[in-house]
C-alpha cells in the first residue's frame, strides 16, 4: 500500500489524521474545449507545434478540479468533504500511515519553492499545490519526511511570502498589486504618492505556460503566472480582429482560448486571504484596493466580482474578464457601486484592446460603476497619472468607520430639530387655546350686557 504513495506522490492528499486520501479515476474530468484546442496546437502553425503533451503537474491538476470546485475552493471544506460517510466510494484511503511514509525527495520535492504555497497559521496550516491543487494538511503527529519538516518550518521551501511596500505615514489604507505573466509589473512606487498607503506585491506560484504570441514567449513552458493561457492569441487575431483591433467574433475566442478556471479561483482565494490579513490589522474594506498588471488584471477583475467585502477599488491594467460564463454564475454584489477602472490599449499586441472594451461593457450592462480608459498608440502598459487620480478620488471617499460619527451627529441634531420644532407647535397650539378662550369670554361678557 506503502509504494502506490512513494510512487505516484502527486496523487494523494495528506489528512490532519494523518491519513493519505486519493481521489478516484472516476472523478476526474477535463474540460471538452480544452482538449480540442490541445488537439488544434499539435497541428503545425508556419512550421511550428504549439503544444506537445501534457505535463505531469497537468496530469495531476485535473484529479482534484472538480472536487476543488464543489467545494469553491476552500480547502477546509475538503477536508470535511473527504471524511464526509456521503463521499466514502469518490476517494480511496490509506489511514495512520503518516510516520512511517518517507519520500524520495528528488521526486516528491521538486520545485517546492516555486509551486507550493504556506496557508493558514499554527494547527491550522497548510500546504497547496497552487499549480495542481494538491494540499498536504498540518497532521498531528512527527513528520514522517525531512522534506515536509523543512517545508513546514523554513519558508524559503515555498513560494516567497509577499513584498510590501512599507508607508511613509501612519498605514491607512492598502494596495495589493498583482504582477503579470513572467512577474512582470509592479505598482511599489504608488507608496512614494500616497503617504498612508501600504503596497503589497504578491508573488505567483511557477506555472505550466501553454499561451502563444505566434512563435514568442512560453512554448509550452514554465513561468510565473496566476492561471494557465492555453491558445494562440496572434494566430487568432490575425483571423478575427480587424484592422483597428476593435471588433472581433466573441464566442469564436472562447473556443480559441482556453483560461483555467480552477487555477484562477485558487489565485483569488489567496487573494482573499490577504484581503482578510489587512481587515484584521485594522484596515477597513473600503481602503483596500486590488490592482493586478496583464494576467494580475483578470485575478483582480475576478475578486471584484466575486469578493465577499465591499472593498475601495479595483484596477484592471491591460486584462480581461476571464471564465465569464462561469464567473457571471458565481458573482456577488458586494462591489457593484465600488469604482472599477479598466485601462487597454490599442497598441497592446498580447491583449487586444477590445477585450478590455468588450469586458468594460459587459460589466456596465450588469450595472458596475466602472471606467474605461485607452491611450492611443500606448501599448502592452499604463499609466501612472491614470491610477493616482483614482486613488485620490477613492480615498476622498468616507469608510463606512468615518460616515458613522456625521450620522450619530446627524442623527442628534436631527432629533433636536424635532424637539425644537414639537415644542414650537406645542406652544402656538397653546396660544391658540388661550386666544379662543379669551375671545369666547368677550363674547359672552358682551352678550350679557
Request: hydrophobic share 35%.
Amino acid at each position: 500500500m506503502k509504494s502506490k504513495i512513494v510512487n505516484n506522490p502527486d496523487q494523494w492528499i495528506i489528512t490532519r489524521q494523518g491519513d493519505f486520501v486519493r481521489i478516484k479515476d472516476s472523478l476526474i474530468s477535463v474540460e471538452t474545449s480544452l482538449e480540442k484546442i490541445r488537439e488544434h496546437l499539435k497541428k503545425p502553425y508556419k512550421g511550428i507545434v504549439r503544444f506537445q503533451a501534457k505535463t505531469s503537474e497537468q496530469i495531476s491538476k485535473k484529479r482534484y478540479d472538480k472536487v476543488l470546485e464543489e467545494v469553491n475552493f476552500a480547502y477546509n471544506k475538503l477536508h470535511d468533504w473527504i471524511y464526509d460517510e456521503k463521499n466514502k466510494d469518490k476517494i480511496e484511503i490509506i489511514k495512520h500511515v503518516y510516520n512511517s511514509v518517507h519520500f524520495d525527495n528528488n521526486k516528491y520535492g521538486k520545485n517546492w519553492n516555486t509551486k507550493w504555497r504556506i496557508k493558514g497559521l499554527n494547527e491550522q496550516k497548510i500546504l497547496v499545490n497552487e499549480e495542481t491543487g494538491q494540499v498536504i494538511y498540518n497532521a498531528k503527529s512527527d513528520f514522517g519526511s525531512s522534506l515536509l519538516s523543512k517545508i513546514w518550518d523554513r519558508e524559503e521551501y515555498s513560494i516567497p511570502l509577499p513584498k510590501e511596500t512599507k508607508p511613509k505615514e501612519k498605514h491607512t489604507s492598502t494596495l495589493i498589486s498583482f504582477h503579470g505573466t513572467y512577474g512582470a509589473g509592479s505598482l511599489d512606487q504608488m507608496a512614494e504618492k500616497f503617504p498612508g498607503l501600504k503596497v503589497i506585491h504578491p508573488y505567483s506560484p511557477t506555472l505550466q505556460y501553454d499561451m502563444w504570441h505566434d512563435s514568442k514567449p512560453a512554448p509550452g513552458g514554465q513561468c510565473k503566472g496566476w492561471i494557465n493561457i492555453t491558445g494562440d492569441a496572434w494566430e487568432i487575431m490575425e483571423q478575427d480582429v480587424c484592422p483597428d483591433n476593435t471588433q472581433i467574433n466573441y464566442d469564436k475566442t472562447d473556443q480559441s482560448i482556453h483560461l483555467d478556471y480552477p487555477q484562477l479561483m485558487r489565485s483569488v482565494a489567496y487573494v482573499n486571504e490577504i484581503v482578510e490579513q489587512e481587515i484584521t490589522r485594522g484596515i477597513p474594506p473600503e481602503k483596500i484596493f486590488i490592482s493586478g498588471y496583464s494576467q494580475g488584471g483578470l485575478l483582480t477583475l475576478a475578486v471584484a466580482l466575486t469578493s465577499q467585502h465591499k472593498l475601495g477599488g479595483f484596477i484592471s491594467l491591460c486584462g480581461l474578464l476571464p471564465c465569464r460564463d462561469k464567473l457571471l454564475a458565481v458573482t456577488q454584489d458586494k462591489n457593484k457601486k465600488t469604482p472599477i477602472l479598466i485601462i487597454n490599449n490599442s497598441q497592446d499586441p498580447w491583449i487586444p484592446f477590445w477585450t478590455g472594451k468588450k469586458t468594460y461593457e459587459i460589466l456596465k450592462n450588469r450595472g458596475y460603476n466602472v471606467e474605461f480608459k485607452n491611450h492611443p498608440g500606448l501599448g502592452h502598459n499604463w499609466k501612472d497619472e491614470d491610477i493616482i487620480n483614482f486613488l485620490e478620488r477613492c480615498l476622498s471617499q468616507k469608510t463606512i468607520d468615518e460616515a458613522q460619527p456625521n450620522q450619530k451627529n446627524e442623527k442628534k441634531q436631527n432629533s433636536v430639530d424635532s424637539q425644537k420644532n414639537a415644542f414650537i407647535i406645542s406652544g402656538i397650539f397653546l396660544l391658540i387655546i388661550i386666544f379662543i378662550y379669551f375671545l369666547a369670554r368677550w363674547i359672552f361678557n358682551k352678550k350679557a350686557i
